[in-house]
């Protein structure tokens, strides 16, 4: 049974059928600022009450500055950690507080793949390995068998099945990702994880991995929860995107929507600085004051006027409401819809 649908809320437009749905969640991690023991430890909030609802077959793009909480929130919504507050519901079923075996059989269906294609893969096993240890581990596959998908995995993401045998040193940057895609893909996940998948790779590389997960979502049914720095390349991959800013996220609107009509002071800033392929084209000019402030000191209000060049004093005495600005628009500013 999929979860209810809800109001419009800073997840956006009402999903009638999501494959993940986050309510309120909130991930804070207690640290010592000091060396004395005796002072209490400070509290970090990474993600700091999110809602957010993630269509089924979609493609949702995560964007903000280091720092943010972009990886944080990507890690609760696969369970990779565990909130302390809020909760979510996977394909129907509340997964907030899982573990042991449940996790582990919930696991298949949410997979990731990780920014570093090198890191990510053991650099003493081969490709098959790899490719093939979810596949002994789940469907206890063996023999001609396991070769057999291990083969088919490989030709699905581009690669010629005679990689199988080498070792991830052997392979490019672009070839090693392609691996780890094969891997995320060998259990026929329904949600992955795409963690700055991109950001790592040459820019001619990362247009051939974009068209390769836009392929394999519609081949596959797939759903993605793409995390990125750079607006351009969610453009390209992304049908929805959300704006996150120290823990919170602003704005959620349509991927067309928020590039043509952005509606957060924050996205008007990130899309003033991203780089457009015609230098004829203007863009306004918007300039932020000082540096993001600490998630251990949040300021009130608005968490985003410190640097705004819009802040009021209502911005520092309440927090901005979520406003509907359009169809499966909306932001969290005082002055959406007046931008």
């Keep these: 049974m999929s979860a ?6 800073a997840a956006g437009e009402v999903v009638s059928d999501p494959i993940l749905s986050m309510r309120s969640v909130s991930k804070h991690f207690r640290v010592r600022t000091t060396a004395n023991p005796f ?8 993600v700091d009450g999110v809602t957010l609802d993630i269509a089924r077959g979609e493609t949702f793009g995560l964007v903000g500055e280091s720092g943010s909480g972009k990886s944080t929130l990507g890690r609760l919504a696969v369970r ?7 909760t979510i519901d996977f394909d129907g079923h509340d997964i907030t507080g899982i573990d042991g ?11 990731v793949v990780f920014q570093d294609p090198l890191g990510s893969l053991n650099p003493r096993m081969r490709v098959g390995d790899i490719i093939g240890e979810p596949l002994r581990v789940f469907d206890h596959l063996r023999g001609s068998a396991l070769e057999d998908r291990v083969a088919e995995l490989l030709r699905a993401v581009g690669l010629d099945p005679s990689r199988a045998t080498a070792r ?29 998948a991109v950001s790592a790779l040459d820019v001619s590389v990362q247009a051939q991995i974009t068209n390769l997960l836009d392929d394999l979502r519609e ?12 607006l351009p390349i969610v453009r390209q991959v992304a049908q929805r995107v959300g704006v996150m800013y120290l ?3 602003v704005e959620v609107a349509r991927v067309d929507d928020l590039f043509d009509n952005p509606q957060h002071p924050y996205t008007k800033a990130l899309l003033a600085a991203s780089p457009v392929p015609d230098p004829s084209l203007k863009r306004e000019r918007v300039v932020l004051r000082g540096e993001p402030p600490t998630p251990l000191n949040i300021p009130s209000g608005c968490r985003f006027r410190t640097r705004c060049p ?14 509907v600005v359009g169809p499966g628009h909306t932001s969290e500013c005082h002055f959406a819809g007046q931008l």
Excluded: W
């Design 80 to 86: 990779l950690a565990t909130p302390t507050s809020g």
């Design 219 to 230: 081949r596959l049914g797939l759903t993605y929860l793409f995390i990125a720095h750079g």
């Design 310 to 323: 819009m802040a009021q004093a209502i911005c520092a005495d309440s927090a901005p409401p979520v406003v």
């Design 101 to 111: 075996e449940v996790l582990r059989r919930t696991r298949r269906h949410m997979q």
């Design 4 to 9: 209810p649908a809800m109001p419009p809320t």
């Design 247 to 249: 823990g919170r996220i």
């Design 168 to 196: 991830p040193r052997a392979l490019s940057g672009g070839q090693r990702q392609r691996v780890g895609i094969a891997r995320a893909i060998s259990l026929n996940p329904s949600l992955i994880l795409a963690d700055e």
């Design 39 to 46: 002072r209490p430890a400070s509290v970090l909030k990474a």
